[in-house]
């Protein structure tokens, strides 16, 4: 039995990185090969280094919402926090309400001086509540005014700039989180990758808040995943199998992308074109269909995504190389370094 303790190792709180470097490429890079668990240190630029002409990089391009809007109850003027997770329909929301007791069917809400109103119609699975919205003009416009980027828990800094919460290439707007691995990129890197020879293939899947959900089961098979809309167009998944067949490697930009083409894959790892959700969970045991190596950041103790990252390079190799990032300081989780599994 694969336990969650498996998964632990010691980080020390001060290795949380709070704010976002003012170059988004100069974050550390630990590099660690698979195969034989060596491991070397760079900084995150170098990551052209590594890539072939062949290679194929796929990067998700979600956009994340400014989905944390800060309001009162009506009549009582208590304060109140909602997050949006999942549209619905059209202004119906599935979030997530503090404090969420109050907050009963058919409690009214009101965002920015009554710019936005909101009534809680039901409550869902894991307590969230569905929401309708009421507002004047263009919905995007309302929430860019009133919605706050909604930085995870551990992150407790105030973002002065929320484009620094999103990728360079971001595009379509879903998301309750960024995919932190692309933050590292700039246009310029890209451009540089390009003109290697490198392809890139951009999906999108939009990230919800159930990634920093701590898995509560010891046994690890009993966790469920929460299911996140994923969208391949044909472009991407030509690219990503004209290059499996060409026998270059397909590289996923974090944990996200990963996630994404192995969901669309077949039993030989054709990469299917089309949309759908997925709760694809990858643990040690898994066999990628698609993937051959990964950029991503470091994640928290005893979380999928240190699972997905263990069945990709081995469950002690990678708390090898957390340890190791530990010992020389690398900046940990959204605004942190980068690792390359190659």
């Not at 010691?10 to 490429?25: C, G, K, T, V």
């Not at 309001?71 to 309400?97: F, I, P, S, Y």
């Not at 044909?234 to 996200?256: D, L, Q, Y």
Request: glycine share 8%.
């Amino acid at each position: 039995m694969l336990k969650k303790s498996d998964f632990y190792f010691d980080l020390p709180q001060e290795l949380i990185a709070q704010d976002p470097l003012e170059d988004r490429s100069a974050s550390r890079l630990l590099v660690l090969d698979k195969e034989t668990g060596a491991m070397s240190h760079h900084v995150f630029r170098e990551i052209a280094d590594y890539l072939k002409p062949g290679d194929c990089l796929v990067l998700n391009n979600t956009k994340v919402i400014p989905a944390r809007l800060l309001g009162e109850r009506e009549g009582t003027g208590a304060h109140v926090e909602v997050l949006l997770l999942k549209r619905r329909e059209a202004d119906v929301w599935e979030t997530l309400v503090k404090p969420g007791k109050k907050c009963r069917p058919g409690t009214a809400l009101s965002f920015g001086d009554g710019l936005l109103k909101a009534q809680v119609l039901e409550t869902v699975e894991e307590g969230n509540r569905l929401i309708r919205f009421e507002y004047k003009g263009i919905w995007e416009e309302v929430l860019d005014r009133l919605g706050e980027m909604p930085l995870p828990p551990y992150i407790t800094h105030k973002l002065k700039d929320r484009n620094r919460y999103q990728t360079v290439y971001a595009k379509y707007e879903g998301s309750a989180a960024a995919p932190t691995a692309g933050l590292h990129f700039t246009r310029e890197l890209l451009e540089q990758i390009e003109s290697k020879g490198v392809n890139i293939a951009y999906v999108t899947l939009h990230v919800g808040l159930g990634t920093f959900r701590p898995v509560k089961e010891e046994n690890i098979l009993d966790h469920h995943m929460h299911s996140e809309y994923y969208q391949i167009s044909e472009e991407a998944a030509g690219k990503i199998n004209g290059t499996k067949s060409a026998g270059g490697r397909v590289i996923c930009v974090g944990t996200t992308s990963c996630r994404t083409v192995e969901s669309a894959a077949d039993e030989k790892g054709v990469v299917h074109a089309g949309s759908g959700n997925t709760e694809i969970f990858i643990y040690p045991g898994y066999s990628f269909r698609v993937l051959n190596a990964l950029i991503t950041n470091f994640h928290l103790p005893e979380s999928t995504l240190v699972m997905l990252v263990s069945a990709l390079a081995g469950r002690e190799k990678v708390l090898d190389a957390y340890r190791e990032a530990v010992r020389e300081r690398y900046r940990f989780f959204s605004f942190g370094d980068a690792m390359f599994i190659k």
